[in-house]
């Protein structure tokens, strides 16, 4: 059974940081595209990050660019999300996700995702 397990989510101060990790098993997605995505309460769910199988290639959206990086250690078949300088407006839930096979270059498009994981609540008072 193929599962993506988010930890690392919690409550913290605005200006503060968390790092977010996704375990994968039942299968290997080193070879991969892996995603982060967030849903605030109200809101629909939209991409954060993602990253190409070696690590070298990453997207980041606008909101988060210069604050967040992705990155990957196959290894361990795990993918990170480290957040800097968190503000109230990163308050979601955040989602790990696994594209498809076919897709070769990280991708904000939620529809080539086919694996996702059950989420981990981040919290940012303002």
């Known amino acids: 059974q193929v599962q993506l397990v988010e930890s690392g989510g919690g409550l913290v101060q605005a200006g503060g940081s968390l790092r977010l990790s996704c375990a994968a098993s039942g299968r290997t997605f080193s070879r991969n595209i892996m995603g982060w995505f967030r849903q605030a309460p109200g809101k629909e769910r939209e991409s954060v990050a993602a990253?190409?199988?070696?690590?070298?290639?990453?997207y980041l959206s606008d909101s988060v660019k210069g604050r967040f990086t992705i990155f990957r250690d196959n290894a361990k078949n795990t993918v990170y999300l480290q957040m800097n300088s968190l503000k109230p407006e990163d308050t979601a839930v955040y989602y790990c996700a696994a594209a498809s096979s076919s897709v070769v270059v990280p991708t904000a498009r939620e529809s080539e995702y086919d694996y996702w994981g059950q989420g981990t609540q981040v919290t940012v008072p303002s």
């Open positions: 990253v190409s199988w070696s690590g070298g290639y990453t």
